[in-house]
């Protein structure tokens, strides 16, 4: 008869970036079942854009996620602006996916430490941490803020980076990649990190397509859903998009598409600095938004998120309804959840990049 | 009682580890973290650091989760002292091996009482541990017995070689196992420095106030008598070997802080699998080579 | 596989400077753009409340007839709008934060009272709503009193200007009497009646003199 035990995992728990409550029903060091509770962390943010200008609710979008924040306000920005059909001038577009490359960077580096620290290495903690300082100083040179920019505005950028500030910067990610290296090195070849990584949470592309799993999470099982395919804005421009895929489909995959992905994001921001046309940044919208309902997407750091905006004729918009990847992949979540070691749930959660503040809102 | 040191070297020895013992620790703990800070590029707690923490413990308020857990973790801090004490004195190595073995007994014994899910875990996850060191810890006395003829520790310092020389796989596979018994990576599977891990903190999860300084403590003499350890297998009757065998455990220090900051978590089947593999085929090797030689 | 991947890194790092600075003993160099709470250049500002109006959280209150310019710095969330928006470029973002309160306060910048330095204080919002109904007080009596003296001004310009006028038509008639007067000077037996008519004319005047005094 084997005795079961119920562990609460969460909300505060030192390696969980947001809080998210797990009953885990263990049998011996194995987990039989997961029983989530979210809800830690709503806020309202979907109400308030009745009692808030559009204008001004790009500065709350923004704030819905520390991670993932440029993120939000640009899709807001693009439903509005779709809604509302205005034009975006075209070095706006172009130092949009500067920033929203530099937030996937950091907030892959982020996710690297965070891993690190999950399974007990805190040196790596530290140092993915320490790269991830340059591109907050890159943040702060450019915007002011390192976390929330308050950059992205209906109808373009509130700042210009001039042409200099531009190859300044990717200097700096030419250092950035410098020490990269011994990172990269260590969760992809070290034999402790890959006694914790290998096999742990393994999922088959077609469950991976049975759950619709997004970002990362389900390109390292060899799903292609990196919306920079399809083009929009200034990925338009560049002159080839592979997203990074795997087919190992388990931890170890999955590390291995972020790290790929921070390669990758670096080059895209060389090739479009140097493609930047010059011009205006900001095209300031006239009048309210109209009836009607504009839909778009954009890759966020951990997936594809959907932005759906239904204005009224006033100043407010009627609804704003964001569907963050996370709570897609939440799915994902309780299934590898399933059967895995207890020693594995940290890192089970944290593979699949969890923002819980972006699933609550 | 084979010749060794005169009985009153021995009390000296013992007042002066029951008295000094706790400062070298926490000096120990205090550099040991500072070095680990500066390898990851920070600047680092100050030395005293240890000393700040356990005098904030003990100005904390009694918030014990039940009346026994005070009692099995001063038991374990008594049976460390005494083990150390032991040591020092020359005294046996086998009551002095075992006497530690009951002291992780006691804190396992202290972290199941507390009856939390997370202690639970950490608790189950100190006894895989021990496994993994008690034989590598056992197998020492042996290793002694058959250089020096004595299962005394003072029996080494009327040596002409030191220990090392007859017994050098012996001592490979006890630095293997270091870092089980300082709680560090690869090996702290139960409870870590930071409070980090999956389990919280492991078996400390519910311990607070005065019964964490009581455990800090216990960290302090433990670490004396591990790094004493070290340095029995290069004494011998010379006194130039004092001063080598400290230069030995401070590179045994900083190698273990190396391999702290090298090395993640590993889970407790590649605990044991490793431990084992490595205390038999090296300590196999070794006594081979005494008996045939 | 590997092992000791880095090694490397913290062997180096051991002999390295820290990378980490102890803040806040060691003071942080903010960037040329860092965000950071509003100051406002009083002198510049022409109160017109555009960024009042701009604020998402409403944090800025401008009071114009007292020449106040209020903040909440805990409400503000340094979006940078008002900065954007003022039209006299008198908002700026200081590279540094608020310092921790203990209880829920505003900041008032306002005119110091004999001199048009400008005065920055915190305070709670009962004062503040205190301060600026006092301020507002003052500056509404000023108002009024602006308000008499040109209205006393406006009237005094109006007589003098009546007045001008009553001496531009008194001299037009005197003219009129003077030229009546000449050609009757040659006859003699007319002297009697210019000197009646000069009489009557003398009469006349006070009467005619008279008439708009009354009126006015």
């Given at each position: 008869?084997?005795?079961?035990?119920?562990?609460?995992?969460?909300?505060?728990?030192?390696?969980?970036?947001?809080?998210?409550?797990?009953?885990?029903?263990?049998?011996?060091?194995?987990?039989?079942?997961?029983?989530?509770?979210?809800?830690?962390?709503?806020?309202?943010?979907?109400?308030?854009?009745?009692?808030?200008?559009y204008l001004h609710f790009v500065y709350v979008a923004e704030r819905i996620c520390g991670i993932c924040s440029f993120g939000h306000s640009l899709g807001y920005s693009q439903a509005v602006e779709g809604l509302?059909?205005?034009?975006?001038?075209?070095?706006?577009?172009?130092?949009?996916?500067?920033?929203?490359?530099?937030?996937?960077?950091?907030?892959?580096?982020?996710?690297?430490?965070?891993?690190?620290?999950?399974?007990?290495?805190?040196?790596?903690?530290?140092?993915?941490?320490?790269?991830?300082?340059?591109?907050?100083?890159?943040?702060e040179k450019t915007t002011g803020g390192r976390v929330i920019l308050s950059v992205c505005n209906i109808g373009g950028v509130n700042r210009d980076i001039d042409n200099d500030e531009l190859r300044a910067i990717c200097d700096d990610l030419d250092k950035l990649l410098d020490g990269y290296k011994p990172i990269t090195e260590t969760f992809l070849d070290d034999a402790s990190v890959h006694s914790r990584l290998d096999g742990v949470g393994y999922l088959s592309k077609e469950e991976a397509e049975d759950l619709s799993l997004v970002g990362p999470f389900g390109r390292a099982s060899g799903l292609d859903n990196d919306i920079r395919s399809i083009g929009m804005g200034a990925y338009?421009?560049?002159?080839?998009?592979?997203?990074?895929?795997?087919?190992?489909?388990?931890?170890?995959?999955?590390?291995?598409?972020?790290?790929?992905?921070?390669?990758?994001?670096?080059?895209?921001?060389?090739?479009?600095?140097?493609?930047?046309?010059?011009?205006?940044?900001?095209?300031?919208?006239?009048?309210?938004?109209?009836?009607?309902?504009?839909?778009?997407?954009?890759?966020?750091?951990?997936?594809?998120?959907?932005?759906?905006v239904k204005g009224n004729g006033s100043k407010f918009l009627e609804r704003f309804r964001v569907r963050t990847p996370t709570s897609q992949n939440l799915a994902g979540l309780l299934k590898i959840l399933q059967g895995c070691d207890y020693a594995d749930v940290p890192l089970n959660i944290l593979t699949i990049d969890p923002c819980i503040s972006c699933t609550e809102r | 009682m084979e010749a060794g040191v005169a009985s009153w070297v021995s009390w000296v020895c013992v007042?002066?580890?029951?008295?000094?013992?706790?400062?070298?620790?926490?000096?120990?703990?205090?550099?040991?973290?500072?070095?680990?800070?500066?390898?990851q590029g920070r600047v680092g707690p100050p030395i005293l650091q240890p000393w700040y923490d356990v005098k904030?413990?003990?100005?904390?308020?009694?918030?014990?989760?039940?009346?026994?857990?005070?009692?099995?973790?001063?038991?374990?801090?008594?049976?460390?002292?005494?083990?150390?004490?032991?040591?020092?004195?020359?005294?046996?190595?086998?009551?002095?091996?075992?006497?530690?073995?009951?002291?992780?007994?006691?804190?396992?014994?202290?972290?199941?009482?507390?009856?939390?899910?997370?202690?639970?875990?950490?608790?189950?996850?100190?006894?895989?541990?021990?496994?993994?060191?008690?034989?590598?810890?056992?197998?020492?006395?042996?290793?002694?017995?058959?250089?020096?003829?004595?299962?005394?520790?003072?029996?080494?310092?009327?040596?002409?070689?030191?220990?090392?020389?007859?017994?050098?796989?012996?001592?490979?596979?006890?630095?293997?196992v270091m870092p089980a018994k300082l709680r560090k990576s690869p090996f702290d599977l139960s409870t870590s420095h930071h409070a980090h891990q999956e389990l919280v903190k492991g078996l400390t999860?519910?311990?607070?106030?005065?019964?964490?300084?009581?455990?800090?403590?216990?960290?302090?003499?433990?670490?004396?008598?591990?790094?004493?350890?070290?340095?029995?297998?290069?004494?011998?009757?010379?006194?130039?070997?004092?001063?080598?065998?400290?230069?030995v455990m401070v590179v045994c220090f900083l190698l273990e802080a190396l391999?702290?900051?090298?090395?993640?978590?590993?889970?407790?089947?590649?605990?044991?699998?490793?431990?084992?593999v490595v205390t038999l085929v090296f300590c196999a090797l070794n006594m081979a080579f005494l008996y045939f030689l | 596989?590997?092992?000791?991947?880095?090694?490397?890194?913290?062997?180096?790092?051991?002999?390295?400077?820290?990378?980490?600075?102890?803040?806040?003993?060691?003071?942080?160099?903010?960037?040329?753009?860092?965000?950071?709470?509003?100051?406002?250049?009083?002198?510049?500002?022409?109160?017109?409340?555009?960024?009042?109006?701009?604020?998402?959280?409403?944090?800025?209150?401008?009071?114009?007839?007292?020449?106040?310019?209020?903040?909440?710095?805990?409400?503000?969330?340094?979006?940078?709008?008002?900065?954007?928006?003022?039209?006299?470029?008198?908002?700026?973002?200081?590279?540094m934060w608020e310092n921790v309160a203990t209880m829920r306060q505003c900041e008032v910048n306002e005119f110091a009272a004999d001199s048009p330095d400008q005065l920055v204080v915190s305070m709670s919002y009962g004062q503040a709503a205190a301060e600026r109904a006092q301020k507002d007080e003052v500056a509404q009596k000023r108002i009024a009193e602006e308000k008499a003296r040109k209205a006393a001004e406006k009237a005094a310009k109006a007589a003098a200007k009546a007045a001008a006028e009553e001496e531009a038509a008194k001299a037009a008639v005197e003219e009129e009497a003077a030229k009546a007067d000449a050609p009757k000077a040659e006859d003699a037996t007319e002297s009697d009646a210019s000197a009646a008519f000069d009489a009557s004319a003398g009469a006349a005047e006070p009467s005619e003199s008279d008439a708009p005094k009354a009126e006015g």
């Amino acid at each position: 008869m084997s005795n079961k035990t119920v562990i609460p995992f969460g909300p505060q728990h030192p390696v969980l970036p947001e809080p998210i409550h797990l009953d885990l029903v263990l049998e011996d060091e194995k987990v039989v079942q997961a029983v989530p509770q979210l809800g830690f962390i709503h806020r309202g943010l979907e109400k308030i854009v009745e009692k808030r200008d559009y204008l001004h609710f790009v500065y709350v979008a923004e704030r819905i996620c520390g991670i993932c924040s440029f993120g939000h306000s640009l899709g807001y920005s693009q439903a509005v602006e779709g809604l509302m059909g205005v034009e975006v001038p075209e070095r706006a577009e172009y130092l949009r996916d500067i920033w929203q490359e530099l937030s996937r960077i950091h907030s892959h580096l982020l996710w690297l430490g965070l891993l690190a620290d999950g399974f007990g290495y805190e040196n790596l903690f530290q140092q993915a941490w320490r790269l991830r300082e340059i591109v907050l100083n890159i943040f702060e040179k450019t915007t002011g803020g390192r976390v929330i920019l308050s950059v992205c505005n209906i109808g373009g950028v509130n700042r210009d980076i001039d042409n200099d500030e531009l190859r300044a910067i990717c200097d700096d990610l030419d250092k950035l990649l410098d020490g990269y290296k011994p990172i990269t090195e260590t969760f992809l070849d070290d034999a402790s990190v890959h006694s914790r990584l290998d096999g742990v949470g393994y999922l088959s592309k077609e469950e991976a397509e049975d759950l619709s799993l997004v970002g990362p999470f389900g390109r390292a099982s060899g799903l292609d859903n990196d919306i920079r395919s399809i083009g929009m804005g200034a990925y338009g421009k560049l002159a080839a998009f592979e997203p990074q895929l795997s087919n190992i489909g388990d931890g170890y995959a999955r590390t291995e598409v972020r790290i790929n992905e921070v390669v990758q994001s670096v080059q895209i921001i060389k090739e479009l600095v140097s493609k930047i046309p010059d011009g205006p940044v900001y095209n300031k919208p006239k009048g309210n938004p109209p009836e009607g309902r504009f839909l778009t997407r954009v890759e966020q750091p951990r997936g594809e998120a959907v932005y759906y905006v239904k204005g009224n004729g006033s100043k407010f918009l009627e609804r704003f309804r964001v569907r963050t990847p996370t709570s897609q992949n939440l799915a994902g979540l309780l299934k590898i959840l399933q059967g895995c070691d207890y020693a594995d749930v940290p890192l089970n959660i944290l593979t699949i990049d969890p923002c819980i503040s972006c699933t609550e809102r | 009682m084979e010749a060794g040191v005169a009985s009153w070297v021995s009390w000296v020895c013992v007042i002066a580890y029951l008295v000094l013992g706790p400062f070298v620790g926490m000096l120990i703990s205090g550099i040991d973290r500072k070095v680990t800070a500066r390898m990851q590029g920070r600047v680092g707690p100050p030395i005293l650091q240890p000393w700040y923490d356990v005098k904030k413990l003990f100005s904390k308020d009694k918030s014990a989760v039940n009346n026994v857990i005070d009692l099995y973790v001063a038991t374990a801090l008594g049976m460390a002292v005494v083990a150390g004490a032991l040591f020092f004195a020359g005294g046996n190595l086998l009551i002095v091996i075992f006497l530690m073995s009951l002291s992780s007994v006691f804190v396992v014994v202290s972290a199941y009482s507390a009856r939390s899910p997370y202690s639970d875990a950490g608790a189950q996850r100190e006894n895989l541990t021990v496994m993994a060191y008690e034989p590598i810890m056992l197998l020492l006395p042996v290793a002694m017995y058959l250089i020096t003829g004595s299962f005394n520790v003072d029996s080494t310092i009327v040596q002409d070689l030191p220990l090392i020389v007859g017994a050098p796989l012996f001592f490979l596979a006890y630095l293997f196992v270091m870092p089980a018994k300082l709680r560090k990576s690869p090996f702290d599977l139960s409870t870590s420095h930071h409070a980090h891990q999956e389990l919280v903190k492991g078996l400390t999860t519910d311990m607070s106030g005065h019964t964490l300084a009581i455990m800090e403590i216990m960290d302090w003499y433990e670490v004396v008598l591990i790094y004493g350890i070290v340095g029995m297998f290069l004494v011998t009757s010379a006194w130039w070997s004092w001063i080598l065998a400290i230069v030995v455990m401070v590179v045994c220090f900083l190698l273990e802080a190396l391999v702290d900051n090298t090395f993640a978590r590993v889970k407790w089947k590649v605990t044991l699998a490793t431990s084992w593999v490595v205390t038999l085929v090296f300590c196999a090797l070794n006594m081979a080579f005494l008996y045939f030689l | 596989m590997g092992l000791f991947k880095l090694g490397g890194v913290s062997v180096k790092n051991l002999f390295s400077k820290p990378a980490t600075k102890t803040y806040p003993a060691e003071p942080f160099e903010p960037y040329e753009r860092t965000k950071g709470k509003i100051v406002v250049e009083l002198d510049k500002c022409i109160f017109c409340k555009l960024c009042m109006r701009g604020c998402p959280t409403e944090a800025i209150d401008v009071d114009k007839d007292a020449k106040l310019w209020q903040i909440d710095h805990f409400l503000c969330v340094q979006c940078g709008d008002c900065v954007r928006r003022c039209p006299k470029s008198c908002l700026h973002q200081a590279g540094m934060w608020e310092n921790v309160a203990t209880m829920r306060q505003c900041e008032v910048n306002e005119f110091a009272a004999d001199s048009p330095d400008q005065l920055v204080v915190s305070m709670s919002y009962g004062q503040a709503a205190a301060e600026r109904a006092q301020k507002d007080e003052v500056a509404q009596k000023r108002i009024a009193e602006e308000k008499a003296r040109k209205a006393a001004e406006k009237a005094a310009k109006a007589a003098a200007k009546a007045a001008a006028e009553e001496e531009a038509a008194k001299a037009a008639v005197e003219e009129e009497a003077a030229k009546a007067d000449a050609p009757k000077a040659e006859d003699a037996t007319e002297s009697d009646a210019s000197a009646a008519f000069d009489a009557s004319a003398g009469a006349a005047e006070p009467s005619e003199s008279d008439a708009p005094k009354a009126e006015g």
